[in-house]
């Protein structure tokens, strides 16, 4: 099945992603020892999972992009469509932000 989509997939110009949810829903109940041997019995290198390349590759066709804000007891990530300003950027996490921007650092 997955060498006939990615033939297809590559004579239109597109992309694909395999993704086993079995595999990725084993892999949240292991120790990451455990995981790593799991990911070497299924000839998967470091940690290519799917779902890390599927979110990825996402957010590439979205044109989104991630920025981080960081405080005393939290760090966030934001998403974000690629090419925002940074009071665009700011006003994601509040319109107020947006209003009030006056400069990034």
Request: negative net charge; without cysteine.
């Amino acid at each position: 099945w997955v060498e006939e989509v990615r033939e297809f997939a590559k004579a239109n110009d597109a992309e694909v992603i395999v993704v086993s949810a079995q595999v990725e829903s084993e892999l949240v109940e292991l120790d990451e020892e455990s995981r790593k041997e799991f990911l070497a019995e299924l000839g998967v290198a470091g940690d290519a999972t799917g779902l890390p390349a599927l979110i990825k590759a996402s957010y590439e066709l979205l044109n989104l992009s991630t920025y981080f804000t960081s405080g005393p007891t939290e760090t966030r990530a934001w998403t974000i469509r690629s090419g925002m300003t940074a009071p665009e950027a700011a006003g994601v996490i509040h319109t107020d932000f947006q209003r009030g921007f006056i400069r990034a650092e």
